[in-house]
């Protein structure tokens, strides 16, 4: 199975600063089709995932533009441009190149 | 809108059954490969199961395998998984959730959801 490791666990950051989050892939997410399959979710306070972003860089619908996501082969990365306070939750990276796919610990994100 | 609702969750003993339902809304279900993922309460997330939009083909994580079986119901636009000889480490919020791809391939690569239901929480305890 393809084991995700995300860094870091935890990130406080100042409203208005941006974040980054690191997304590790044990193997290659690249499919022979010639698309990578590497996702990203926020799960909010109680409430469920919810997708942000789809094969790496591709921003779901009407998820804002300060969210981006970047990458190839094992290394992948979200950026936050400015954090908003209605961006705290968790962040989980995904991936489904083989099944069964698999995601992330998460990673945290709180305010200051 | 689309819509996920899960119930059928609680509290069962060790050995015991649940079997939980998703009921779809607000999109096609049929044209749609569908999820169950799963969440201990604060913890990470799992893949548990997924069956085709056409119900051909089914895949269950190891974890689950022979233990739990997913079924859908055009008729009802309806989901389900059946979770038998359950066990403490089930303990869990089940979600129900879409595929983002329109009558996709199974097991080709490249399922994620795009939307998920609130979820129903599973109990294993004596």
């Known amino acids: 199975d393809v084991v995700m490791t995300q860094t870091p666990l935890s990130l406080s950051v100042t409203p208005g600063q941006p974040a980054s989050i690191s997304c590790k892939s044990s193997q290659s997410l690249l499919h022979s089709d010639g698309k990578t399959y590497l996702y990203w979710y926020l799960q909010k306070p109680g409430q469920s995932p919810q997708l942000l972003i789809y094969e790496v860089s591709n921003r779901f619908s009407g998820v804002p533009d300060r969210f981006s996501g970047s990458g190839s082969g094992t290394d992948f990365t979200l950026k936050i441009s400015r954090v908003e306070a209605e961006d705290v939750g968790v962040y989980y990276c995904?991936?489904?190149?083989?099944?069964?796919?698999?995601f992330g610990q998460g990673t945290k994100v709180e305010i200051k | 809108e689309v819509q996920l609702v899960e119930s059928g969750g609680g509290v069962v003993q060790p050995g015991g059954s649940l079997r939980l339902s998703c009921a779809a809304s607000g999109f096609s279900f049929d044209d749609y490969t569908m999820y169950w993922v799963r969440q201990v309460p604060g913890k990470g997330l799992e893949w548990v199961s997924l069956i085709s939009w056409d119900g051909a083909t089914t895949f269950t994580a190891d974890s689950v395998k022979g233990r739990f079986t997913i079924s859908r119901d055009s008729s009802k636009n309806s989901l389900y998984l059946q979770m038998n000889s359950l066990r403490s480490e089930d303990t869990a919020l089940y979600y129900c959730a879409k595929d983002g791809r329109w009558i996709a391939g199974v097991a080709q690569g490249g399922d994620f959801f795009d939307y998920w239901g609130q979820g129903a929480l599973v109990t294993v305890s004596s």
């Open positions: 995904m991936q489904s190149v083989q099944l069964p796919g698999s």
